[in-house]
């Protein structure tokens, strides 16, 4: 067993598991999707459900995650055999290496944005336009698919290089220093937001929920976006936990991440909506309410360039900790559990993320071809994976932990074997068992009905 293990890359220190799983958190979900879901799904309202989501199923279902993987020290498909040796259990990990491959063709979409939009801001591109013609850019992009596509396997390669080179020098490295620097120039971007003409009435969508607004898709909605912000149901945090020793904390990571997470949501929703309202894009503008608002902030602020660019970078590389945490996932099932080398694994998984995303990007264009049901390919995929795969998944993996897994393995877990207090173990637990599986259900299932 010592053996086996030591054959394993892991996190270098203890700061590895917390900034890997920031790192993974952090990401489009944040500053891209979680605005567009709020302005689609009616604003302050959505908003307060989502943080009930993140605090009352985040925290737990995130310490589960962890908690399979710390003491399975396997990959998400192989912790479920390990912990629940013969039983139908593995399906969950099949499911999450599914659903990482799913997300991560469509979000290496976005991604890739990000990058056209760093050669924007360096060309100045945005300067002296006003939100129309910024519209227009963004429209007309859409329709170069090719360079959509162009980027995006750009993006993956990017990904594939830094998992190729494995935990400990790749992932753990990047992620550490960069996402407090993220942190201080969306505070300065929040600033100059609320300060523009006009800016009250978007702090008040954000902030004065309307109750009326609240249904079975809202619900959803908020379901799904606390599982994508974080990262949960899929298996990324089984993963990440299987990369640590013994002596983590893990309740305080969870704690750590969720808080880390939803205030760089909120901050991106202080960003976004003030300016938004000033600027007369409408909050449900979906995609462009982001990449069309954040340049035209840019354009009213002194230094506008060099921040500009700075922010579009930035967001590259927090979506690249993210593309990094989806495609580990694929690769870490691949090379331990059909025993295929990391370097091979890591192609496989890229060359047919590429083969399947680049439907994704194509299928934003205008009259594309590339529909499922009636929604675009992105849509499609970005809907089944957020919310449906993830909040199935994350319900299986309370339950296993309530119920198959029990108490005694999980204050073990969480405690490291009585070494720590960990005061919250028994509400938590209780949580996981009961609460978690019927509060997920009851709002998975409104959502269905509507
Ligand atoms: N949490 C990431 C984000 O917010 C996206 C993601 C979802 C990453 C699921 C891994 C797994 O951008």
Redesign the pocket.
């Known amino acids: 067993m010592a053996e086996e293990k030591k054959k394993r890359d892991g996190f270098g220190s203890k700061l590895g598991l917390i900034a890997a799983a920031a790192g ?7 500053i891209y ?1 979680f605005p567009c879901e709020l302005g689609n799904n009616g604003g302050a309202a959505f908003l307060l459900i989502y943080l009930a989501v993140v605090i009352f199923l985040g925290i737990p279902v995130m310490l589960s995650e962890l908690v399979i993987g710390r003491r399975s020290q396997c990959n998400s498909v192989g912790a479920f055999k390990r912990l629940a040796p013969k039983s139908g259990w593995p399906i969950v990990g099949y499911m999450g290496v599914l659903c ?1 491959f799913l ?1 991560f063709a469509f ?1 290496s979409t976005v991604s890739g944005w990000t990058l056209e939009y760093i050669v924007k801001s360096v060309a100045n591109s945005f300067q002296g336009k006003d939100i129309k013609a910024l519209e227009q850019d963004f429209a007309d992009f859409h329709n170069m698919g090719w360079r959509n596509v162009m980027w995006q396997g750009v993006f993956i390669l990017l990904t594939g290089f830094v998992v190729f080179k494995g935990v400990q020098n790749g992932i753990e490295k990047y992620a550490k220093v960069l996402m407090p620097v993220l942190l201080v120039i969306l505070i300065v971007l929040g600033v100059r937001s609320v300060t523009l003409p006009g800016a009250k009435e978007g702090l008040a969508f954000l902030f004065k929920p309307d109750f009326s607004k609240i249904n079975g898709q809202v619900l959803i909605s908020a379901l799904g976006q606390g599982f ?5 149901g ?1 298996g ?1 945090l089984i993963t990440y936990g299987s990369y640590v020793k013994k002596d983590d904390n893990l309740t305080s990571t969870a704690f750590s991440v969720v808080l880390a ?1 939803t205030l760089i949501a909120l901050l991106a929703g202080i960003v976004i909506f003030p300016a938004a309202f000033s600027f007369n894009v409408n909050a449900d503008a979906g995609m462009g309410l982001v990449f069309n608002t954040i340049p035209m902030i840019f354009n009213q602020m002194t230094g506008g360039y060099v921040f500009c660019i700075i922010f579009f970078v930035l967001l590259a590389i ?2 690249l900790t ?1 593309t990094i ?2 495609l580990e996932v694929v690769v870490a099932y691949i090379s331990e559990e059909l025993h295929i080398k990391r370097q091979w694994a890591t192609v496989i998984a890229c060359v047919a993320t590429m083969m399947l995303g680049c439907f994704a990007s194509l299928s934003l264009m205008d009259n594309t071809p590339f529909t499922i049901g009636g929604k675009t390919v992105f849509d499609a995929l970005d809907f089944i994976t957020a919310n449906v795969m ?1 909040p199935l998944g994350g319900i299986m993996i309370v339950i296993f932990v309530g119920w198959k897994l029990g108490k005694t393995k999980f204050f073990q877990e969480v405690t490291n074997d009585g070494a720590i207090k960990a005061s919250l173990k028994k509400i938590i637990f209780f949580i996981i068992r009961y609460l978690a599986p019927v509060a997920i259900a009851i709002v998975f299932i409104s959502g269905l009905i509507k």
């Open positions: 993974s958190a952090i990401g489009l979900g944040n999707r990482g997300i979000y994508f912000s974080l990262s949960l899929m990324v997470d927090a979506a993210s945490s989806l993830l």
